[in-house]
DNA sequence: TATTCATTTCGATAACAATCGAATTAGATT
DNA sequence: AATCTAATTCGATTGTTATCGAAATGAATA
């Protein structure tokens, strides 16, 4: 439960001047339709509506009295979602359906020639990353590179081979050994 | 802090599906206005209106970086405002502008006719209830009323003073001693 | 100082939501 | 069963807001 449009629901139901006052009255006691609408000056209709958006939620329930539908408030709903909010996993919930690669998509989109080569090498460091973490993936996870073939790999993306060789081990995006010795690519 | 109104601006900021998005990506760490643009698929001027309306209820800040504006969550303001919805406080708040007798008057007006009579005398008990807190403000506190007198005020109100006499003892709006004696108005 | 780049502001548009009145439904009371 | 009464649903209207593109702003670098 607490699923992700779940939470936008939860927050629009109280996203109201008059359904807020509707929470704060029948935190003190229950009314029906007709007394809320008196108490706030609006229309039954207009409040009905407002109580089907929040019972929606489970803020608020109905029971029939009489000829009246008299509401309450559920405060352990108000209580439950509240509390959930702060909760890593709501906060991961809403998250779950965002592309976490589009920035970096993008920033390659801009900055690659229809070739798969590079235009520039970007002075920013947002984006030169960006761009680092697009180029790194031309090496194998695991393998081992000699200096030569490191070149001969970046040379497909921008001439000014050693720069891009330079960042990408500044950015830990891989390693090379001792001295003069091999390169490999992390993670 | 946290009035009244500030309070539905809260909710309002959270109730957008892009919006709490933003700040569920905060929630991992700080972004600039560029990338949520590209994370979200947005123009960058309206992720500069949402964070805007976050950064309004203090639940983001930005800070300069380099060319960059950089935005973060502001976690102390999530919890304090999510703390106090529930507080007493807050929903008295919310409340206090709400004319509790409003009900009251409508139903009073619904039944009376220009002179101050009353059509009928109201059958269901929320409506009887409420004519009966108008009509008893006819009586003094503190004064005592015999029978006849008491007749001869509700008189002013309908025919059936015996019903309307017994209901305000059965409300507990008046009572009477004893067996015949007099009738005084209650609070 | 001039330029570059991200951000913000502004104006317009389109999607959405609150409100109302009228018509309908559901449920008690007689 | 028939009649009341409150609540709900529906359609229309109005006000609000998300979104965009264009223009203005402002900070940082060259």
Known sequence: MSENPELVTFFKALAD???LKIVGLLAQQPYSVEELAALLDLKPSTVSHHLSRLA?????????????????????????TTRGI????????????VDLDAYDRRVVEDYS?????????????????????????????GTRYSE???????SRFHEDTASLRRELVGSKLMSREGGGGDYWRNE
């Open 56 to 80: 929606e939620v489970g803020l608020v329930s109905a029971r029939a009295e009489g000829y009246y539908n008299v509401y309450r408030l559920d405060r352990s709903a108000l209580e439950a």
């Open 86 to 97: 702060l909760s890593s996993e709501q906060m991961a919930s809403v998250v779950e359906d």
């Open 17 to 19: 001047a008059n359904r």
């Open 148 to 154: 030569k073939q490191v070149n001969e790999v970046l």
């Open 113 to 141: 020639r229809p070739d798969g080569s590079l235009k520039t090498i970007p002075a920013q460091r947002k984006k030169l990353e960006a761009v680092l973490r697009y180029v790194v993936k031309a090496f194998e996870p």
